[in-house]
């Protein structure tokens, strides 16, 4: 049985070395579906809480929100990061509250401080999801991610590596020390 949850992300990116509308800077309201795969948890009569998907997803995808997404070979990358030096805000400012913690993988590194994602490939709706359950296959079982930008929309299905030992109480994922972060159940 599967458990099925949404985010909305706002970004800003452009296809560099693209031929056509896409080859300029502009902005995308995107939907994640995130479908989460598993035996129904007895004690709670669920798979995963969806508001704790949510919630697991958001801890790293808020870098993603009202972000500028750029290729790292993008001539555009260091030009913004000069204008936000001149402005003082490249190493954040009193205003951006949306600090997810910062990462870097070999698809992404993200720099929470100044709302810049930068990426190995085109951020494509393709290149999103393969984004996105990098950062998240340890942490949710994932089989299926489907992301829609504008009109173009994009969906892989996954098989998950593992089990996420999940609490008896609440449904969601035991930390390192086999306790629940939500109601401090521990691990039998």
Known sequence: MRSIATLQLQYAHRFYNFKGEAQYLHGHSGILTIEVEDSINM????IFPCNEIQKTAWHVL??????????????????ILGVYEKQGIRNGAPTNKMLG???KTELATAHPECRLVV?????????MIKIVHHLLKDKLN???????????????????????????????????????????CRKK
Do not use: W, Y
């Open 43 to 46: 004690g709670v009569n669920m």
């Open 62 to 79: 808020q870098n993603f929100d009202h972000a500028l997404i750029l290729r790292e070979d993008d001539p555009l990358l260091p030009a």
């Open 101 to 103: 913690p910062a990462f």
């Open 119 to 127: 990426t190995k490939e085109t951020m494509t709706a393709e290149g």
């Open 142 to 184: 994932i089989v299926k991610l489907t992301f829609v930008s504008g009109v173009n929309t994009a969906s892989a299905e996954f098989t998950p590596e593992g089990t996420i030992d999940r609490c008896p109480c609440c449904g969601i994922a035991f930390n390192a020390d086999g306790v629940c972060p939500k109601c401090g």
